[in-house]
């Protein structure tokens, strides 16, 4: 059974950081696509960036670009997303997400997803 764990979510004030990080298991494939969703109150499902585990290239959607960096810890099966000079409208659930591929999409087509955290950015 694939897993995906999130943690990290919280509350912060606009302009700060947080640092979400997702730990799967039971994916015994060495290489897929991990990344980030969320849905903020009202809003459609959003994809946020995502990682390839085989050669770590990364994308971003439009919205967080040069504020959000993600990275893989291999060893650890570990994804995270660091979140910073964050906005009022980042305010969302984040979901950890992953599928058994190679093509980075921020698309909601992937198989599995973490339950998910919350992230509330006061202004």
């Known amino acids: 059974e694939v897993r995906l764990v999130e943690s990290g979510g919280g509350l912060v004030q606009a302009g700060g950081s947080l640092r979400l990080s997702c730990t799967a298991s039971?994916?015994?494939?060495?290489?897929?696509?991990i990344g980030w969703f969320r849905r903020g109150p009202g809003k459609d499902r959003e994809g946020v960036s995502c990682v390839s585990t085989s050669d770590g290239d990364a994308v971003y959607a439009d919205s967080v670009k040069g504020r959000f960096a993600i990275s893989y810890d291999i060893a650890e099966k570990t994804v995270s997303l660091q979140m910073n000079s964050l906005k009022p409208e980042d305010t969302a659930t984040y979901y950890c997400?992953?599928?058994?591929?190679?093509?980075?999409?921020?698309?909601?087509?992937?198989?599995?997803w973490g339950q998910g955290t919350q992230v509330t950015v006061s202004s």
């Open positions: 039971g994916l015994f494939v060495e290489h897929y696509v």
């Open positions: 997400v992953a599928y058994v591929g190679g093509r980075l999409v921020l698309s909601p087509e992937y198989d599995y």
